[in-house]
T-cell receptor, first 114, second 112 residues
Framework: EAGVTQFPSHSVIEKGQTVTLRCDPISGHDNLYWYRRVMGKEIKFLLHFVKESKQDESGMPNNRFLAERTGGTYSTLKVQPAELEDSGVYFC????????????FGPGTRLTVL | DQQVKQNSPSLSVQEGRISILNCDYTNSMFDYFLWYKKYPAEGPTFLISISSIKDKNEDGRFTVFLNKSAKHLSLHIVPSQPGDSAVYFCAASAQAGTALIFGKGTTLSVSS
C-alpha cells in the first residue's frame, strides 16, 4: 500500500510569488490533514478535510492560504502571495475513518520564501 | 501557550541502555496520546499510542506510560539501538479524528 505522497519535496520562491503544494493521501482515506512546522518549533495543525469538505480550518494562518480537495482525493494548498514567515515544512497526513486517532504522514514539502 | 510540552530538546544514550523521553500536557480534554518518530527529510512515523483510560501500553521495545493526575507521559525505549536516533514527537488529541497537538520534539542520539 502506497503511503501519503507530497509534491514537490522542496520549493524555493520569492516573496510575493505563488506556490501550490499537493498531497495524495493513502487510497481510501477520507480524512486529510495539513500541518506545518516552522524551524525548531512544533508541528502545527492547519486544516482537516473529510472527503471534499473542510471539517476544521481553524489553524489556517490567514487568507493567503487556500486549501482544496476536489473530488475527495488529492488536496492542494496554495499560498498567494507568499511571505517570508511562510517558510517551513508542510506536512500532509491522512487517516481512514473519522474516529481514528492515528494519522499517517507524508514526507513533507520544504518551502523556502526568499 | 503550548498545550503539549517536551522540555528536553535532546537526549544522548548509549546503545543497550534505556531511553526515557518525557512529555507534559496542560489540556484536561486530551483523551489520546501518540508518539511519532521522525528521521531527517522524512515525515513523522507513528510509533505508539495510549488512551487516557490506560496508564501503560507496550509494543516490543517501546512502552508509553501515562500519569493523568500529573498530566505527564513518557516513552521508554529499551534496549536503545543506534537506529532509534531520530526526533521524537509527543502528540495529543481531544477527540478522534481531530487535529493532533504536537510538542516541539526531542532529538534522541543513541551511540554505539
Amino acid at each position: 500500500e502506497a503511503g501519503v505522497t507530497q509534491f514537490p519535496s522542496h520549493s524555493v520562491i520569492e516573496k510575493g510569488q505563488t506556490v501550490t503544494l499537493r498531497c495524495d493521501p493513502i487510497s481510501g482515506h477520507d480524512n486529510l490533514y495539513w500541518y506545518r512546522r516552522v524551524m525548531g518549533k512544533e508541528i502545527k495543525f492547519l486544516l482537516h478535510f473529510v472527503k471534499e469538505s473542510k471539517q476544521d480550518e481553524s489553524g489556517m494562518p490567514n487568507n493567503r492560504f487556500l486549501a482544496e480537495r476536489t473530488g475527495g482525493t488529492y488536496s492542494t494548498l496554495k499560498v498567494q502571495p507568499a511571505e517570508l514567515e511562510d517558510s517551513g515544512v508542510y506536512f500532509c497526513a491522512s487517516s481512514q475513518v473519522l474516529f481514528a486517532h492515528e494519522q499517517f504522514f507524508g514526507p513533507g514539502t520544504r518551502l523556502t520564501v526568499l | 501557550d503550548q498545550q503539549v510540552k517536551q522540555n528536553s530538546p535532546s537526549l544522548s544514550v548509549q546503545e543497550g541502555r534505556i531511553s526515557i523521553l518525557n512529555c507534559d500536557y496542560t489540556n484536561s480534554m486530551f483523551d489520546y496520546f501518540l508518539w511519532y518518530k521522525k528521521y531527517p527529510a522524512e515525515g513523522p512515523t507513528f510509533l505508539i499510542s495510549i488512551s487516557s483510560i490506560k496508564d501503560k501500553n507496550e509494543d516490543g521495545r517501546f512502552t508509553v506510560f501515562l500519569n493523568k493526575s500529573a498530566k505527564h507521559l513518557s516513552l521508554h525505549i529499551v534496549p536503545s539501538q543506534p537506529g532509534d536516533s531520530a526526533v521524537y514527537f509527543c502528540a495529543a488529541s481531544a477527540q478522534a479524528g481531530t487535529a493532533l497537538i504536537f510538542g516541539k520534539g526531542t532529538t534522541l542520539s543513541v551511540s554505539s
